[in-house]
């Protein structure tokens, strides 16, 4: 795909920038609407936000396999694996 970048503030005419633009989806999410509580999903690449940290490719070979992680909205499901939860009246 071809994008062309036209006239702005100060600049001439006819002073077109042209870019190439490659995109995609960059995260996936499969819910069922039977059960919307659980879903499916894959993020291109991984969850970290910084180049250095062990997450930010951890989820590409999955993404190009077409897998998926299980995400789920019970309360119950969650909290049986949670390692901490926020609790904002502790000091």
């Known amino acids: 795909m071809a994008m062309h970048i036209g006239k702005g503030p ?7 920038i042209p ?6 989806p960059a ?3 499969v819910v069922d ?9 894959v993020i291109a690449g991984g969850n970290g ?14 993404w ?3 897998e998926f992680f299980s995400l ?4 119950e499901e969650i909290d049986e694996h949670s390692v901490w939860q926020f609790n904002k009246t502790e000091k």
């Open 10 to 16: 100060g600049r001439a005419e006819n002073d077109e």
């Open 19 to 24: 870019y190439r633009v490659f995109h995609g």
């Open 27 to 29: 995260y996936r999410l």
């Open 33 to 41: 609407l039977a059960d919307p509580l659980h879903a499916k999903f």
């Open 49 to 62: 936000g910084r180049a250095d940290s062990d997450f930010s490719t951890n989820q590409y070979e999955s």
């Open 64 to 66: 190009l396999k077409g």
């Open 72 to 75: 789920t909205l019970e309360r």
